[in-house]
């Protein structure tokens, strides 16, 4: 059953031509300077076609909470969510959303000097203006009220959210939101669901702050569980 996407409209995309791009259980809202739509689901149908491939070969790929091996026949699609995935101790598909919104992402860079990918609430956005990305944290206090604001110079850049207590994504934790911001958006996507998994209570945000900053190509990370927020690195916060 198709769910409204309600947090759509919390991403600041003014001045540019929104569509979206759905295939199988991918559900792509996308912000160019002209509707892509053509361009962009044959995108999506050739990541998607990699991946699946790949996982008909390889049923691990889909099912694995941990980390497997790179492989030499894989598509770059593919190993990139290995990587990542090894980077933090997660499985693959812990960053398939991060994947296919940065790699179509870049795929219409071809035809758009400004591009917002959102998948299931994870980012891939160039940008030639600055623009306000509203976090919704579930019921807390603070969802709604705060937004991510974003610069050119940080872009291309990942946005990758992931809860315990919000959506379908599977989340070993208890966080309400833990936003993660990287050039990468795979490894933005992993390690959100890392630390998200690492957070059971309010005095874990510490903790979750302090793995983010040992991982390598994570420039930001922020935090929210019930009305406590946590945040480092190039993380700029506005009203929403």
């Known amino acids: 059953m198709h769910r409204e996407k309600f947090y759509r409209k919390w991403l600041r995309a003014t001045n540019l031509v929104t569509f979206q791009v759905q295939v199988k259980e991918t559900d792509l809202f996308i912000a160019a300077d002209k509707n892509l739509y053509r361009e962009a689901m044959d995108t999506v149908f050739k990541y998607r076609g990699e991946i699946e491939n790949y996982i008909g070969e390889n049923p691990l790929f889909e099912t694995s909470l941990s980390p497997i091996d790179i492989s030499i026949a894989a598509s770059l699609i593919v190993n990139e969510m290995i990587l990542a995935a090894q980077s933090v101790d997660v499985g693959p598909m812990a960053a398939v959303a991060g994947a296919i919104a940065e790699f179509v992402g870049k795929d219409l860079l071809k035809h758009s000097e400004e591009i917002i990918v959102e998948n299931g609430g994870d980012i891939f956005l160039k940008i030639t203006k600055p623009r306000l990305v509203g976090i919704y944290a579930g019921e807390t206090p603070l969802s709604g009220k705060l ?4 610069t050119p110079a940080q872009t291309p850049l990942g946005i990758c959210t992931s809860a315990g207590t919000v959506g379908h994504s599977l ?7 833990v936003v993660v911001l990287s050039k990468n958006t795979c490894l933005a996507d992993a390690v959100a669901t890392a630390i998200g998994n690492l957070i059971q209570e309010v005095e874990d945000i510490e903790e979750g702050i302090s793995y983010a900053r040992k991982i390598k190509d994570i420039s930001g990370v922020l935090i929210i569980k019930g009305s406590k927020m946590g945040m480092w690195g190039e993380v700029e916060i506005k009203p929403f």
């Open 147 to 150: 937004a991510l604001n974003i």
């Open 171 to 177: 989340s070993l934790g208890k966080a309400d939101a």
